[in-house]
T-cell receptor, first 113, second 109 residues
């Protein structure tokens, strides 16, 4: 009965590979997000989807492509992985509108070798 | 765009003392200010939030204050306990959460 779940929890891969991280929420929220947390713990928003529509796309390389098959899922696909992509990626969800708290998934630790 | 500054970056207190973390934001249109606690290896968890039409909010040992004119807000933790040790993030929101860089709070017994 986890509210926001992500798979995998850990992902170790070689430079140049393509990988995907999956996210699902069962809270009935309309909006889902991807955040990147770097080694200095800085949390930065990457994307926001509302009812499967892209709302926010921060300055993120186009190697990163989010996909939302339905409003309960927001997956993140990363092409041609680079060393600098190593980080913890958090999915989150929240009700529509900004005046509500977001709930985070457990995170995916991506290590690019 | 919005920019959130958070201070201090690290804070060490003795058990039972109070801890205060301060944040400033740049976009006066931001209207929602949550605080998240992140324990080592865990996800950020919402601990308290405040909306722009409220000046103060309290939940047991945690309180948040907001000064819209000065564009700053603060987290106050009273009677700190070792389990309060974590990284705390403030955020400001208009259409997306913009986080401060975090404060590592250490409570020693």
């Amino acid at each position: 009965d986890t509210a926001v779940s992500q798979t995998p929890k850990y992902l170790v891969t070689q430079m140049g590979n393509d990988k995907s991280i999956k996210c699902e929420q069962n809270l009935g929220h309309d909006t889902m997000y991807w955040y990147k947390q770097d080694s200095k713990k800085f949390l930065k928003i990457m994307f926001s989807y509302n009812n499967k529509e892209l709302i926010i796309n921060e300055t993120v390389p186009n190697r990163f492509s989010p996909k939302s098959p339905d409003k309960a899922h927001l997956n993140l696909h990363i092409n041609s992985l680079e060393l600098g992509d190593s980080a913890v990626y958090f999915c989150a969800s929240g009700p529509s509108g900004s005046l509500q708290g977001q709930f985070f998934g457990p995170g995916t630790r991506l290590t690019v070798l | 765009g919005e920019n959130v500054e958070q201070h201090p970056s690290t804070l060490s207190v003795q058990e039972g003392d109070s801890a205060v973390i301060k944040c400033t934001y740049s976009d006066s249109a931001s209207n929602y200010f949550p605080w998240y606690k992140q324990e080592l290896g865990k996800r950020p968890q919402l601990i308290i939030d405040i909306r722009s039409n409220v000046g103060e909010k309290k939940d047991q040992r945690i309180a948040v204050t907001l000064n819209k004119t000065a564009k700053h807000f603060s987290l106050h933790i009273t009677e700190t306990q070792p389990e309060d040790s974590a990284v705390y993030f403030c955020a400001a929101s208009l259409d997306a959460l913009i986080f401060g860089k975090g404060t590592t709070l250490s409570v020693s017994s």
